[in-house]
Structure formats: structure tokens, C-alpha cells
């Protein structure tokens, strides 16, 4: 089986070997290209600038189910993520539309 790591959406491509817990996708970041943010999958959750002194609520849940981000767990969605998610409103229509298009392109 062949698995597509990439997807164009709105003339971006989504690298899913680079969407993280919240999804995001950290391809094209200008603080990742700069060096100023680690990534939140390379550093394990540990982005200050994001998680404050800690590690990121959001990326333990999701290690802590056995998946790269939310959307993938068997459990979504759950009531946890409007709160881990506040600064987007519609985090629960985006991690539908992203966990269709992995399946769609991992089945």
C-alpha cells in the first residue's frame, strides 16, 4: 500500500508527517524555517511559545491515545478539545475535514 503524505487544500499542501496534535501543519511556518520554533513533533510537545513552560496538553492527549493528531483518535470528538483548542472556534469541522482527507489518502 502507498501512502500519500501530501494533499493540496486551498493551495497548500498538507504534509501529514508534519501535522501535529491540533492540526497544524507546521510546512511553510516561517518560525520553524527561521529555527525559532522546534515543532512540536520534534520536540515532543515541548514549543514554549505555544505551550508555555510545559508540555502541550493537546499533543500529551493525543500520544497519550496513540495518535498524531486529534481527529485520528477513536475517541473524537471529545469534549476535551474546546478547551485545549480555544483560539479556533471551528477546530471540530477542521480536524473532521483533516482526518477525512489522511483516510482518503492513507486507507
Known amino acids: ?3 500519500i503524505d ?7 499542501t498538507i504534509d501529514f ?7 497544524e501543519c ?6 520553524k524555517l527561521a529555527g525559532e520554533c522546534p515543532g512540536c513533533l520534534e520536540a515532543d510537545g515541548v514549543v514554549p511559545e505555544w505551550a508555555g513552560s510545559g508540555r502541550c496538553k493537546i499533543h500529551t492527549c493525543a500520544r497519550d491515545h496513540g495518535v498524531q493528531f486529534c481527529s485520528l483518535c477513536k475517541e473524537f470528538p471529545c469534549s476535551r478539545i474546546p478547551d485545549l483548542i480555544p483560539w479556533n472556534p ?3 469541522p477542521y480536524l473532521m475535514y483533516m482526518r477525512d482527507e489522511y483516510k482518503r489518502y492513507n486507507p
Open 1 to 3: 500500500m502507498k501512502i
Open 6 to 12: 501530501h494533499v493540496e487544500k486551498q493551495d497548500q
Open 17 to 23: 508527517s508534519k501535522v501535529t496534535a491540533c492540526g
Open 26 to 31: 507546521c510546512t511553510g511556518c516561517s518560525k
Open 90 to 92: 471551528d477546530i471540530i
